[in-house]
């Protein structure tokens, strides 16, 4: 156990236990039997990305007719079961130290939004549905997580920053990271909010029915990459990931892309306001986080 300042007050970590039994439990990792079978996801372990890439391409605009589209990647876990231990065990340390309950969903709290709320239909200027392929891998990557093969990151603690996510392999660009996670709720019951990390979900055209989420309960290592509110050439130097809002099933999600090919050791980080649409495959992109690093 040892002691951390974060904002000038200090706060106990208690390292969360290394062991399988535990890691289990508090991620509720479900046996392989009683997740997606393989052949409908496509992969059970990190070997088996190679097949993924074996798919058939298919070519629409990303941001621009004209463009050809990027698929997005799904991440390669690491090969180690013990490293994958720790890398979990990091964000379960980071989870428990705030009192925060992972939860790698949505979720739709009594007395805030409804799952009903949550239409993408709703989003000013409309909001772009996410690819077939994109959405299988989308869908992939949330299988293997139930599975415990979660992507090569890891939580660390710095006295200045708070808890950050760093690479813990090599991440490709475009390779899906996580979606962000948390409670759902009206923006107009968060205006006041000290929540350091609420992020836009669904920006209506009645601005009554816009919607944010708001980690402060429940998250996952979403919760955790920094952002960077700054226009510098350094600060775009060191973003490396993007959140992207998509209608899925008709609903809003965002989900964190790398937008570069990340180093072993790399902080993830992204740029949190000021964004422009030409640099983002989605439409009026808000993001409301305040946890950020200053410049």
Do not use: W
């Amino acid at each position: 156990m040892e002691r951390k300042k974060k904002n000038n007050r200090e706060m106990t970590l208690t390292s969360f236990p290394v062991m399988q039994t535990k890691i289990v439990d508090f991620f509720r990792i479900q046996k392989c039997e009683d997740a997606v079978p393989e052949e409908q996801c496509g992969i059970h372990s990190s070997s088996s990305h190679q097949g993924c890439k074996k798919r058939r391409r298919r070519s629409m605009p990303l941001v621009l007719s004209k463009m050809r589209r990027r698929r997005i990647l799904p991440y390669i876990t690491t090969a180690d079961a013990q490293r994958r231990l720790e890398q979990m065990g990091s964000l379960a340390t980071a989870l428990t130290a705030l009192k925060i309950r992972f939860s790698n969903d949505l979720t739709y709290m009594p007395g805030m939004a409804s799952r009903y709320a949550n239409q993408a239909t709703l989003e000013k200027g409309g909001m772009q549905v996410l690819a077939r392929e994109d959405k299988k891998t989308f869908e992939l990557c949330r299988t293997m997580y139930k599975r415990g093969e979660c992507p090569p990151l890891i939580v660390v603690f710095d006295s200045r920053e708070g808890f950050t996510v760093q690479a813990d392999g090599h991440i490709k660009d475009m390779t899906f990271i996580t979606e962000y996670t948390g409670d759902v709720d009206y923006l107009k019951n968060r205006e006041h909010d000290d929540c350091d990390s609420m992020m836009t979900l669904l920006l209506a055209t009645n601005s009554s029915k816009s919607l944010v989420i708001c980690p402060d309960k429940r998250g996952n290592i979403g919760r955790f990459i920094n952002g960077i509110n700054n226009h510098t050439q350094e600060g775009r130097k060191k973003q490396n990931l993007k959140c992207v809002r998509y209608n899925v099933d008709g609903q809003c999600r965002v989900l964190l892309v790398a937008c570069r090919d990340i180093s072993p050791g790399e902080s993830c980080t992204m740029i949190t306001t000021g964004m422009s649409r030409n640099t983002l495959p989605s439409i009026s992109f808000e993001i409301l986080r305040t946890k950020v690093i200053q410049k």
